[in-house]
């Protein structure tokens, strides 16, 4: 259920009425506030309405990406706009999605374009959706417009997908260390430092004493370490959200191996896609380029995109504003030179984007094939350094025993 805020008029007492009622969609709560004897005049997904299960009401990419496919298909078909929608929403299973195309429905009939209507739901729709359908408007080709939308939107979501699935065995791994290693810290190096305690005359080594000093911390002052984990990462999280803390977590995503040239080909397969999809719907390259550059979500691609737009307004070509820059790799200049003199950019840009897919797809593949052994090393040595704090006292002590018996 959510919650809608509604305007709505009163004909008894000739007077407007605003309320919050809950209902599965829009439609529902208009029905909901008819049978009060009412006339809705505003229906709005209140913000209590949206907060509340935040993650349960998120509209999901694939089921965005469905309700753009049967879009396109039913309009391409002959079906009237307002019929195609009902038919969408009908069919789709997601809530929060029948929330946001009965809105669309409901300003569609009110005489807006389906572009209007889109750009009221901003987090739902962003200006690469919002373009793209108004571009198909205008051009009479609104289903092809969908297509390519709905094509874009799976490449794009499969690209993330494998660069998540690049970042998760590593984390994974990691995750499960830190619980081992915590376990020996906390549950097995105090039962060894009680043993060798009990023991007269062991003088234990430095490495010993500094991981029992280490084990004592943890169990005794483990808010502290609560509390200091916890500032530590709404810092971090601070730091992120000004410009510059941004700009630096941007550009060691570029940089930072081995993650860096995955990400990399990722912004050029994502910007050439995204060009691509807005070339071949007829948008200008000046407005292609202002669109790819906030869809790109790194803000020092961005400024690149940036630069390159004011020399393209100046008059020169985009693979020449493009070539010095060392944010872009060598390749995308130099096959959008070759689709600017045979004027095939968009067939050139999409080459790019296959390319550089399939390059993710190979880096992908290395990665993970430098991590299993690089991962196993980092854990040896840590098993090392705790098994030795263990054993060096006992060699210490077997050695002075020896020395004893031989006196």
């Known amino acids: 259920m959510l919650s809608f805020t509604y305007t709505a008029n009163n004909p008894a007492t000739n007077t407007q009425v605003k309320a919050i009622v809950e209902a599965e969609d829009e439609g529902a709560a208009a029905a909901l506030i008819r049978k009060q004897g009412l006339t809705p005049i505003e229906i709005t997904v209140s913000k209590e309405g949206l907060s509340f299960g935040k993650y349960l009401n998120k509209i999901k990419t694939k089921d965005k990406i469905l309700f753009t496919r049967q879009l396109a298909t039913l309009l391409n078909a002959g079906l009237p706009l307002v019929q195609a929608m009902r038919s969408s929403g009908e069919q789709t299973t997601s809530k929060p999605l029948k929330v946001v195309i009965n809105s669309l429905v409901s300003d569609i009939e009110g005489g807006k374009a389906l572009s209007q209507a889109m750009s009221k739901h901003p987090k739902v729709f962003n200006s690469i959706y919002i373009n793209l359908v108004a ?47 915590g376990f020996m810290v906390v549950k097995v190096l105090p039962a060894v430092g009680s043993l060798y305690n009990s023991l007269p005359g062991v003088q234990l080594p430095i490495e010993t004493r500094l991981l029992l000093t280490v084990s004592h911390f943890a169990i005794h002052y483990w808010f502290i370490v609560i509390i200091v984990g916890i500032i530590a990462v709404v810092l971090i999280r601070m730091v992120i959200k000004t410009d510059s803390g941004r700009s630096t977590l941007d550009e060691l995503k570029m940089k930072l191996w081995p993650f860096g040239p995955l990400f990399m080909k990722m912004y050029m397969a994502r910007f050439s896609r995204t060009a691509c999809t807005l070339v071949s719907s007829g948008v200008p390259i000046i407005q292609v380029l202002e669109i790819t550059a906030g869809s790109l979500n790194n803000v020092i691609i961005a400024g690149s995109i940036n630069k390159a737009i004011e020399k393209v307004k100046g008059g020169k070509a985009l693979s020449e504003a493009l070539s010095q820059d060392k944010n872009f790799l060598p390749l995308v200049p130099s096959m959008l030179k070759i689709g600017e003199q045979s004027g095939t950019i ?22 993970s094939t430098l991590m299993e052994p690089l991962l196993m090393v980092i854990l040896g040595v840590f098993a090392f350094i705790i098994v030795a704090a263990v054993l060096l006292p006992i060699y210490g002590l077997a050695g002075n025993s020896s020395l004893n018996s031989a006196f």
């Open 346 to 367: 968009e067939q050139m840009l999409e080459r790019i984007a296959i390319y550089y897919e399939t390059e993710v797809d190979n880096e992908v593949k290395t990665i």
């Open 135 to 181: 571009a198909g408007e205008a051009s009479g080709t609104l289903d092809k417009a969908l297509e390519r939308l709905a094509t874009q939107q799976e490449k794009d979501a499969d690209l993330i997908s494998k660069i998540r699935g690049a970042l998760a065995y590593p984390v994974i791994v990691l995750g499960v260390m830190g619980v081992v290693i």
